[in-house]
């Protein structure tokens, strides 16, 4: 099963940072990564219609994963989940987990399984760090 990680952020900086270290880390051909970070005109800001395209030009791929960070990103992740069809929103998961953490997560783990409750688990139990 083809998979992608879309990193949405206020930033396209912060996004490419965390597409670099998943790439370096998950090396598969079923999973793309897709930086969506920062406003069309390369400013700081969040742009749904980087989602829809990214969608729209990805027809292979069968799962999307997505990870916002916070405020408006979480608003464009969820606006372009309302303005795509219903067959595409099917495919499409809004990820409640960390950014970082999270993506890099799920990013590994659907690097080596096509198990979607598994690839969440995965991304939703790495907020905690363990220190005591």
Request: charged residues 25%.
């Given at each position: 099963m083809k998979k992608?990680?879309?990193?949405?952020?206020h930033s396209q900086k912060i996004t490419d940072?965390?597409?670099?270290?998943i790439e370096q880390m998950a090396q598969s051909d079923s999973l793309q990564i897709f930086s969506l970070g920062?406003?069309?005109?390369?400013?700081?800001?969040?742009?749904?219609m980087k989602i829809i395209?990214?969608?729209?030009?990805a027809d292979s791929i069968e799962k999307f994963f997505?990870?916002?960070?916070?405020?408006?990103?979480?608003?464009s992740a969820e606006l372009a989940f309302d303005m795509l069809?219903?067959?595409?929103?099917?495919?499409?998961?809004?990820?409640?987990?960390?950014?970082?953490?999270?993506?890099?997560?799920?990013g590994?783990?659907?690097?080596?399984?096509?198990?979607?409750?598994?690839?969440?688990l995965e991304a939703k139990n790495t907020p905690?760090?363990?220190w005591k």
């Open positions: 992608a990680i879309l990193l949405v952020s940072g965390i597409k670099e270290m920062g406003t069309s005109d390369g400013e700081l800001g969040s742009d749904p395209d990214v969608i729209n030009e997505v990870f916002a960070d916070l405020g408006s990103a979480v608003l069809e219903e067959a595409q929103q099917e495919k499409y998961v809004l990820v409640d987990a960390p950014l970082v953490e999270g993506a890099f997560a799920a590994i783990t659907a690097s080596v399984s096509d198990d979607v409750e598994h690839i969440l905690g760090k363990g």
